[in-house]
Structures are given as structure tokens and as C-alpha cells.
């Protein structure tokens, strides 16, 4: 991952912010008949990431082999005239804040009924947990679950290398942070508000 060094995360820091992940990546690789992507809920356990995708997918058949998972975070448009350096030279630029997270690893994939009802479980509980009323794949009779989980393949990630990136204006003059982060604050759009608090939080 290309970055300045004082937007790339340390290797532990990178890892925290895998393990508290719980949005969607997109799982990249490469197959027969060229790069291939797929929006997935994946968890890491241990130094591994799991997860599933549809079976009518293709991009599971290209396994085993490398895939890169890309993890993002809070993104913007940062315009040069939230700056006082612009206001004072006009030396500035448009730029974009964000973060992410890549992980490289071997995808494997997993069909065994056992772990594959499992791998699903697992990531349901996750985000089932601190709900007033968590659904539970027990919840559901079996013969439907067993019939859905047909429909799903499991695969792991056994990682080889993680990266994370936080570009948040941390290269830039503390006036100049003060500006982008009181624009973003002053956003209705609540995207906007995500990266104005991680720049606060990057301080």
C-alpha cells in the first residue's frame, strides 16, 4: 500500500481496526478470465479472515489462490479552500481523506456443511450482538437452513500481509486540519462527520 509514512498504520494498529471491521469488503482476485471482485461480510479469527459468497458466484471457483481484501473506512473530498494556507498563499489543492485497510492472503474455500453452517453462525452472532432481540441461526427450522446454506460457499484468508492507511490531513499545518475538520462538521452529510471524527480521534 502506497501512502506517506505518517498515514500508514502500525502493524497492531492495523490488526485492532481489522478486528473491530464490520462493514462489507470486496474481495479481489484474480481468475480465468481476468480480476474479479465480490462485496462480502468477512470476521477475522486468529490470522485468518472468514467468510461466504453465493454459490451462483464465479469468483469462488478461482480458489485456491491469492486474494486481496480491501476494507474501507470513512472517505471524503477535501476542498483546498477549507485552508488557511490558501486564504493566505493560495499555495493548496484539492485532496481526499480516508481510511482502509488491505489484506493479502491464500483464499481456500469451505463446503463442508458443518463448518460452513459455522463460518454463517459466527458472522451472524456478530452482527446480531447488542440488538434488543438477536436473531440466531437457531431461530430458523433446519430443513430452510439447510437449504439456504446450499446456496452458500465459505471461504478463509490465511494472511500473509495487512496494511491499513488513515489520511487524514496529518502532513498539514494544524490551522490548516482546524478548517477541514470544522467543513466537514458543518456537512449534512453524515459521511462527512465520520472523517471529521477520525481526524479529531488522529490527533
Same mark, same amino acid.
Given at each position: ?11 497492531? =494498529?492495523?490488526r ?22 465480490a462485496?462480502?461480510?468477512?470476521? #477475522?479469527?486468529g ?20 486474494a486481496? !481484501?480491501?476494507?474501507?473506512?470513512p ?5 483546498p ?6 486564504a =493566505?498563499?493560495?499555495?493548496? !489543492?484539492p ?5 482502509? *485497510?488491505? !489484506?493479502? $492472503? ?12 459455522? *463460518? ?9 450482538? $447488542? ?13 430452510? @437452513?439447510a437449504?439456504? #446454506?446450499?446456496?452458500f !460457499?465459505?471461504?478463509? @484468508?490465511?494472511?500473509?500481509? #495487512?496494511? $491499513? ?19 466537514? =462538521?458543518a456537512?449534512a452529510?453524515?459521511?462527512?462527520h ?7 480521534e488522529?490527533?
Amino acid at each position: 500500500m502506497y501512502g506517506h509514512p505518517l498515514h500508514l498504520m502500525p502493524e497492531a =494498529e492495523a490488526r485492532a481496526a481489522l478486528a473491530a471491521f464490520d462493514r462489507a469488503a470486496i474481495l479481489t482476485v484474480a481468475g480465468p478470465d481476468g480480476l474479479a471482485a465480490a462485496h462480502v461480510p468477512v470476521q #477475522l479469527r486468529g490470522d485468518r479472515l472468514i467468510g461466504h459468497l453465493a454459490r451462483a458466484n464465479p469468483i469462488w471457483k478461482a480458489a485456491p489462490c491469492p486474494a486481496l !481484501v480491501i476494507c474501507p473506512g470513512p472517505e471524503t473530498y477535501v476542498s483546498p479552500s477549507w485552508y488557511a494556507t490558501k486564504a =493566505e498563499t493560495g499555495r493548496a !489543492v484539492p485532496t481526499w481523506n480516508y481510511e482502509a *485497510l488491505h !489484506v493479502h $492472503g491464500a483464499l481456500t474455500v469451505i463446503e463442508e456443511p458443518a463448518q460452513l453452517r459455522a *463460518l454463517v453462525a459466527a458472522l451472524s452472532d456478530a452482527h446480531e450482538a $447488542g440488538r434488543p432481540e438477536p436473531w440466531s441461526i437457531e431461530d430458523a427450522p433446519e430443513d430452510y @437452513i439447510a437449504t439456504m #446454506l446450499c446456496g452458500f !460457499v465459505g471461504f478463509e @484468508i490465511e494472511i500473509t500481509r #495487512l496494511e $491499513g492507511k488513515r489520511k487524514l490531513s496529518q502532513d498539514k499545518p494544524e490551522k490548516d486540519r482546524a478548517g477541514v475538520i470544522a467543513a466537514l =462538521e458543518a456537512s449534512a452529510d453524515p459521511r462527512d462527520h465520520a472523517v471529521a471524527a477520525a481526524m479529531r480521534e488522529s490527533r
